[in-house]
C-alpha cells in the first residue's frame, strides 16, 4: 500500500478557530477525518503531521527519506514564506511533493505571495479550501 505524508505546520491545528472567513468552518479533527476517509477511498495509507515548531518540521521531512514515504503533501503555515530550512529538506526528498494553501494566498497580504518552498516542490494547490487536500492526495500519486 502506497503511503501518503501529509505536513501540516504551525497554527494549522488552531482550524474551526481560525478566521472562518478565511480558513473555514471545519476542525482540525474534521480535517483529519476528511483525510481518512479519502485515503481508504483511494486506498493509501495517510500520515498526517502537525507541529508548530520548524525544526519537528524539518526532522519529519528528513524522517521521510527512509520511512516508506511515497509522496509528501504539505502546508508550511507562515512557515512557507520564509524558512530556507523546510525549503533545503524537501529539496533532499526525491518524492512527488504537493504544496498546499488551504486559503487564496495570492490574493492576501503582500507576505503571503512569496513561497520558498514552491520550486523544491512537484505542483501547488492553493485556494481550495480543506477540499485542496483531497484534490492533493488524489493528484500527488499520479
Ligand atoms: C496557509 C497560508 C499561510 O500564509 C498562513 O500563514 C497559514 C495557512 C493556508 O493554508 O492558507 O498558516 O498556509
Redesign the pocket.
Known amino acids: 500500500m502506497k503511503k501518503i505524508l501529509i505536513i501540516n505546520?504551525?497554527?494549522?491545528n488552531m482550524l474551526g478557530k481560525r478566521d472562518p472567513a478565511?480558513?473555514g468552518k471545519e476542525t482540525y479533527d474534521d480535517l483529519l477525518n476528511m483525510i481518512g476517509e479519502k485515503a481508504s477511498e483511494l486506498g493509501v495509507k495517510a500520515e498526517v503531521f502537525q507541529s508548530n515548531h520548524e525544526g519537528a518540521l524539518v526532522d519529519r521531512i528528513q524522517d521521510a527519506l527512509a520511512d516508506g514515504t511515497d509522496a509528501l503533501i504539505i502546508?508550511?503555515?507562515?512557515y512557507?514564506?520564509y524558512s530556507y530550512a523546510i525549503r533545503d529538506a524537501l529539496e533532499i526528498l526525491s518524492i512527488p511533493k504537493i504544496e498546499?494553501?488551504?486559503?487564496d494566498?495570492d490574493n492576501?497580504e503582500e507576505f503571503?505571495r512569496h513561497s520558498v518552498i514552491t520550486e523544491v516542490c512537484t505542483s501547488r494547490i492553493?485556494g481550495m479550501g480543506t477540499q485542496g487536500y483531497l484534490k492533493a492526495m488524489e493528484e500527488v500519486l499520479k
Open positions: 505546520g504551525p497554527n494549522l478565511v480558513y502546508n508550511a503555515g507562515a512557507t514564506h498546499i494553501h488551504i486559503s494566498v492576501r503571503r492553493i
